[in-house]
């Protein structure tokens, strides 16, 4: 088969979407004799009958609508192109591309990459949100430069990594200012059939919460699970349950969502991850994000002595538990 024509294919792309040659022809400046022998030299290229003939227009067939669907991609990414060589700004930006685990709280994910637009060279940020796996799974052919996440690169996964801890804070129970007013007694026994909203299968405190109501032998109402943190807190604002957010955002929740912080659980901790492919960390972005970790998210996170009943975090043998610490900037160096 002789090599494609892409003035031919721009011809018949022009009289697909007008619908006839003559009019076509206006807008291409050209006779409808010169663009009806274009579109036979394409037919016989391509070995396909394009059009039929319905009255006195045409029609496409359904292998003309099959390249009508290639030419609009064709042209679309030319259009792109020709944007993209035209705009200095973003052939200038360096892109950095992040995935985020749904699990994370969008307002933590928020307040750690954020900083990365504000850097002296111009950064075009590419956020990808999912499960952890398919973030991993990106990451290792290097369509992600990082991935935040609620817990470290999984042993069980053949994927070289590197898990940096960018910091840990305990738990706060937040919950509607209507729905508080409905509990009695004091906290944490107030929790004792209240409606509450649990973390999904996917958040990594999901178990060691269920673990803390049996240690106290409390048993909430669970009238909701949800993987996204999001999704959670919206229906904590409208009542629907009590909810757990980091103590370390507690001050934004309390505003962003208009409720109240119920009580403290001071023997849980969630901690957060950035993982790389890469154990020294050379991209600006993320040495960026690292920072704000440090100084910012989490430098006021303080963690309590395990009152409340304080269960032992369960750890796998691969995995190594991070110190606990004010200011997390050291990596925990896990390579999978």
Same mark, same amino acid.
Request: glycine share 8%.
């Given at each position: 088969?002789?090599?494609?024509?892409?003035?031919?294919?721009?011809?018949?792309?022009?009289?697909?979407?007008?619908?006839?040659?003559?009019?076509a022809g206006?807008q291409?400046?050209?006779?409808?004799?010169?663009?009806?022998g274009?579109?036979?030299e394409?037919?016989?290229?391509?070995?396909?009958?394009?059009?039929?003939?319905?009255?006195?227009?045409?029609?496409?067939?359904?292998?003309?609508?099959?390249i009508?669907?290639?030419?609009?991609?064709?042209?679309?990414?030319?259009?792109?192109?020709?944007?993209?060589?035209?705009?200095?700004?973003?052939?200038?930006?360096?892109?950095?591309?992040?995935?985020?685990?749904?699990?994370?709280?969008?307002?933590?994910?928020?307040?750690? *990459?954020?900083?990365?637009?504000?850097?002296? =060279?111009?950064?075009?940020? !590419?956020?990808? @949100?999912? +499960? $952890?796996?398919?973030?991993l799974?990106?990451?290792?052919?290097?369509?992600?430069?990082?991935?935040?996440?609620?817990?470290?690169?999984?042993?069980?996964?053949?994927?070289?990594?590197?898990?940096?801890?960018?910091?840990?804070s305990?738990?706060?129970?937040?919950?509607?200012?209507?729905?508080?007013?409905?509990?009695?007694?004091?906290?944490p026994?107030?929790?004792?059939?209240?409606?509450f909203?649990?973390?999904?299968?996917?958040?990594?405190?999901?178990?060691?919460?269920?673990?803390?109501?049996?240690?106290?032998?409390?048993?909430?109402?669970i009238?909701?699970?949800f993987d996204?943190?999001?999704?959670?807190?919206?229906?904590?604002?409208a009542?629907?349950?009590?909810?757990?957010?980091?103590?370390?955002?507690?001050?934004?929740?309390?505003?962003?969502?208009?409720?109240?912080? *119920?009580?403290?659980?001071?023997?849980?901790? =969630?901690?957060?991850?950035? !993982?790389t492919? @890469?154990? +020294? $960390?050379?991209?600006?972005?993320i040495?960026?994000?690292?920072?704000?970790?440090?100084?910012?998210?989490?430098?006021?996170?303080t963690?309590?002595?395990?009152?409340?009943?304080?269960?032992?975090?369960?750890?796998?043998?691969?995995?190594?538990?991070?110190?606990?610490s004010?200011?997390?900037s050291?990596?925990?160096?896990?390579?999978?």
């Open positions: 088969m002789a090599a494609l024509n892409y003035k031919h294919l721009r011809y018949f792309w022009m009289v697909a979407k007008s619908g006839a040659i003559a009019r206006e291409l400046h050209l006779t409808p004799q010169a663009i009806s274009q579109l036979r394409l037919e016989e290229a391509l070995g396909i009958e394009l059009f039929r003939r319905v009255g006195r227009g045409l029609e496409l067939t359904d292998a003309g609508r099959r009508l669907s290639y030419a609009e991609e064709i042209f679309a990414l030319g259009d792109e192109l020709l944007e993209v060589a035209r705009d200095q700004t973003t052939r200038k930006s360096l892109p950095f591309t992040v995935g985020i685990a749904d699990s994370v709280p969008k307002s933590v994910a928020h307040r750690l *990459v954020e900083p990365a637009l504000r850097l002296p =060279e111009a950064v075009r940020l !590419i956020c990808r @949100e999912g +499960r $952890l796996t398919a973030l799974a990106d990451l290792a052919v290097h369509r992600l430069d990082m991935v935040i996440a609620d817990r470290p690169m999984p042993p069980n996964l053949n994927v070289r990594g590197y898990s940096h801890l960018l910091g840990e305990d738990l706060t129970v937040f919950g509607a200012p209507a729905l508080v007013q409905t509990l009695n007694g004091a906290f026994a107030l929790l004792q059939g209240a409606p909203l649990m973390p999904g299968d996917d958040v990594a405190i999901r178990s060691r919460l269920q673990q803390w109501f049996e240690v106290l032998r409390l048993h909430p109402r009238v909701g699970e996204d943190s999001a999704l959670l807190k919206s229906f904590g604002q009542g629907a349950g009590l909810f757990v957010a980091p103590t370390a955002i507690a001050a934004y929740v309390t505003d962003q969502y208009r409720v109240s912080a *119920v009580g403290r659980i001071d023997s849980i901790s =969630e901690q957060l991850y950035a !993982i492919t @890469e154990r +020294r $960390l050379s991209h600006p972005a040495v960026a994000i690292i920072q704000v970790a440090r100084d910012e998210v989490f430098a006021d996170a963690f309590g002595a395990g009152v409340n009943g304080a269960i032992p975090d369960q750890q796998t043998p691969t995995q190594t538990r991070p110190a606990r004010r200011r997390p050291r990596s925990t160096g896990m390579t999978r």
